[in-house]
């Protein structure tokens, strides 16, 4: 079961869909609305990882952009690997490709934050070569 990673460039019915059914397994967030979507795939600095397996999408992972004084630098967020695709390579996928997109683009570092419950994603962040950081991350809901 090897899953084909792509970079969406349309907020079709699928990848709506897909985002509807897979991001509850992450976050308790609404899952976008087409529009939303679009908008996601239209900011040049932000760029959207489908995983498919048999032409279903079963994952996904989006890719932040930012440029600050001391250069460019990546952000993952949002990765999910539907429940029955999970242990076969699918999270490892996405993020080698977000990773290539990454330097393909000239990033100095890609960070991304992972719930310590969540220790598969964290054991496969660890091996493919993400390190902790020795930082505290804060949050201020607006």
Do not use: C
Request: charged letters at 25%; aromatic letters at 6%; glycine letters at 6%.
């Amino acid at each position: 079961m090897t899953a084909q990673i792509s970079i969406a460039d349309a907020a079709t019915t699928d990848v709506v869909e897909a985002l509807a059914r897979l991001l509850p397994q992450l976050s308790s967030s609404p899952p976008p609305s087409a529009a939303e979507v679009g908008s996601i795939l239209a900011n040049p600095e932000s760029v959207l990882f489908l995983a498919r397996i048999d032409e279903r999408i079963v994952g996904t992972l989006t890719l932040i952009f930012y440029r600050i004084p001391t250069g460019l630098k990546a952000w993952i967020e949002d990765v999910v690997v539907d429940d029955a695709a999970r242990g076969h390579g699918v999270g490892e996928a996405l993020n080698r490709a977000a990773l290539d997109e990454a330097r393909r683009r000239g990033a100095k570092a890609v960070s991304l934050t992972s719930r310590p419950s969540r220790e598969a994603a964290n054991r496969l962040y660890q091996r493919i070569g993400f390190t902790p950081r020795d930082t505290n991350v804060y949050r201020y809901d607006l």
